[in-house]
């Protein structure tokens, strides 16, 4: 009962951070940011809708009538619910049992063999997820230039449905991270004892896999796939813009009140909410809440005989050391030099031509001719070609990778800082009631797509369809960086929680509490020397995680600082600074054009920053070989 008990205290708190979440965007769609007051009054308007039956409806822009239709809740779930959800049951399906299949052969195979298969599934790993539309489909391009059959279609007309190809493409990620989380959870188990006792008997390595270790990788995988998962959600907002689907993402954006939002992330809240309670309940999960001696004393914040012991000469020129040995790794030193190369080379066009874009809308030859106009292929004249408007790829790139990798930086570090500095008061301040709540808000997370919520705080902030801003450029940057930021912050506080919980559990730490260890010793002295590789893996983790979502709400035409329309431009939002995601906004359309050279500098440049990041991620994780000093027989 008291299972039951939780699981729905669980879900009601879920529901209400769906419905304040939906309820966020009135506080940017007035002229006085802020206002708690319309805040509050849309919220008690939202608990009477839901209460009212006759409101269960969205509505939409019918274009055959030219008047706004509706679709009721029943209707919704027949139609686009299923369609969304079918698409994305079946791809994770299908991304599991590949993934599994993949990585028993690999296990099978030999070391050579291994590397290689690792190599390739990292450079798989930094595309990012929705440029697989467009190789799968030059693929199939290419299929039907030669044999004139087509073997998938691409976009769904009409009463077309398309499944085959949104359900191969929005499984490759996926499969990725399945493989890599399988091939981890299979090697630790292979070091347990239980499998030298069965090599003792003489079972083979086949045998081992299938009978000992599958049962335990299943299990194992079942509790880390929450991270999968959410980001599969994600992509499938992304897949269903790109394919044309009428499913959840195109509701949404029809309907963009309180009670749409609600509803729609209600709907896909609740089916994996549901399974994955239903499942918890079935198979043992280990309670991993900090050791209760932190309860039992009171611990003080500094003991000033402590102070002058913080900070010795002899532990500075350890970390130091340590330090030296980390950065004399080239896998590690390379991708920051890449990265730092990038960022100095946009920041010297700034100094040197003023970020200035060249706008080229007609190529003559010598004679005067006419031959070429925009958008103008890669060619002498311009090197990478030009955008739909005749703007230069090369120079919006030199301009905008700058915004990219500092803002990403930015809002990665501060999701870190601040979860790090909110784990402590999770860790040592809150009871045992108040981080079940905070674990129960982070597991609610991985059931709501994270594109799909920014998009919801972001529309109001960064869309303006006046064309006269009421906030300055500064001002809609902070709070991009704030939202995107905080966010995720429950998901950072549990997991960073619960790193410190594993060293608080340890015995030489609980011995210096009660030998009159202070808090901040116990968090300088133990915490941090175990935690920090821990954290900067997190902070490269984060980083990767935020160029992806650039990238989703470029794809979704929200810009980085915001956009506009125009009178001149009353179809196109005209970004107010050039950023590298706002350039993946023409994806849709190169879908449709096949004018790949549009697309493909500005992918090309979150793939290199996404591979680099992740081999930072890769070497930061690695021990360090240790270097032994040479004997001079002194």
């Given amino acids: 009962m008291s299972r039951i008990v939780s699981v729905l205290f669980k879900f009601l708190l879920g529901l209400l951070g769906i419905m304040l979440i939906s309820c966020t965007p009135t506080l940017f769609t007035i002229n006085d940011a802020f206002d708690f007051h319309v805040y509050f009054k849309t919220f008690v308007g939202l608990l009477k809708d839901i209460a009212n039956p006759s409101k269960w409806y969205l509505s939409y822009f019918n274009t055959s009538m030219i008047e706004r239709g509706k ?38 195979s030999n070391r050579t063999l291994k590397k290689i298969v690792l190599q390739i599934t990292k450079i798989l790993e930094s595309f990012p997820d929705f440029s697989y539309v467009f190789l799968i489909q030059m693929v199939v391009v290419q299929v039907y230039l030669a044999t004139g059959y087509r073997i998938l279609s691409f976009y769904s007309l009409g009463g077309n449905l398309v499944y085959v190809a949104p359900i191969v493409c929005l499984s490759v990620i996926p499969t990725l991270l399945f493989f890599k989380l399988f091939l981890l959870i299979y090697k630790e188990e292979l070091n347990q004892p239980y499998v030298e006792l069965a090599k003792s008997k003489g079972l083979n390595k086949v045998e081992i896999l299938i009978r000992h270790c599958s049962s335990n990788v299943l299990k194992s995988a079942f509790f880390q796939s929450k991270s999968i998962i959410w980001l599969t959600l994600s992509s499938l907002v992304i897949i269903e813009y790109l394919f044309g689907m009428k499913g959840i993402l195109y509701y949404l954006r029809a ?26 309940n079935f198979v043992y999960k280990g309670n991993v809440e900090r ?20 900070f010795k000469i002899s532990n500075k020129r350890i970390s130091l050391s340590t330090f030296r040995i980390r950065f004399k790794r080239w896998d590690i030193i390379l991708p920051i030099l890449i990265v730092f190369g990038l960022l100095s080379i946009s920041f010297l066009y700034n100094i040197l031509f003023h970020d200035q874009i060249d706008q080229i809308n007609y190529i003559y030859n010598e004679d005067g001719k006419l031959i070429s106009k925009a958008p103008h292929p890669p060619s002498k004249s311009v090197f990478f070609g030009t955008d739909s408007y005749g703007y230069s790829i090369l120079q919006q790139l030199l301009v905008g990778v700058k915004y990219t990798i500092l803002l990403t930086l930015i809002i990665a570090t501060i999701r870190i800082v601040v979860g790090y500095i909110m784990a402590i008061v999770y860790v040592f301040y809150m ?27 972001l529309v109001p902030v960064l869309i303006n369809s006046t064309g006269v801003w009421n906030t300055t450029l500064t001002e809609r940057l902070v709070l991009q960086v704030l939202i995107m930021s905080i ?30 260890g202070s808090l901040t010793w116990v968090i300088w002295k133990h915490i941090n020397p175990q935690l920090w590789t821990k954290l900067v893996l997190f902070w490269t983790q984060h980083i990767v995680q935020v160029l992806q979502m650039f990238v989703h709400l470029g794809i979704l035409s929200i810009f980085v600082g915001g956009a506009a329309y125009y009178e001149d431009t009353p179809y196109r939002l005209k970004p107010d600074i050039s950023e590298i995601s706002g350039m993946i906004a023409i ?10 050279w549009m697309i493909i500098p500005p992918l090309l440049i979150f793939m290199l920053l996404i591979y680099c990041f992740n081999l930072i991620a890769e070497g930061i994780s690695k021990k360090p070989k240790k270097y032994k000093r040479k004997n001079t027989g002194l």
Avoid: W
């Fill in 71 to 108: 679709v009721s809740f029943l209707e919704y779930f027949k139609g686009p619910y299923l369609y969304s959800m079918s698409v994305l049951i079946s791809s994770i399906l299908l991304s599991f049992i590949t993934a599994l299949l993949l990585a028993f052969l690999t296990m099978l």
């Fill in 255 to 280: 309907d963009f009140s309180p009670t749409g939002i609600t509803f729609i992330l209600l709907s896909v809240f609740t089916p994996f909410f549901i399974f994955y309670s239903f499942v918890e």
């Fill in 291 to 310: 050791n209760v001696i932190f309860e039992k004393y009171n611990l003080p914040f500094l003991h000033s005989q402590q102070l002058n012991s913080l």
């Fill in 431 to 457: 009871n045992n009631k108040s981080r079940k709540v905070i674990n129960a808000i982070a597991d609610g997370m991985h059931f709501l797509p994270l594109t799909l919520l920014v998009f919801i705080l």
């Fill in 487 to 516: 966010i995720v912050l429950p998901v950072t506080t549990s997991s960073i929680g619960n790193e410190m919980n594993e060293t608080l559990k340890k015995e030489y730490v609980q011995n210096s509490v009660i030998m009159g």
């Fill in 587 to 596: 994806s849709r359309d190169v879908f449709v054009t096949k004018q790949f």
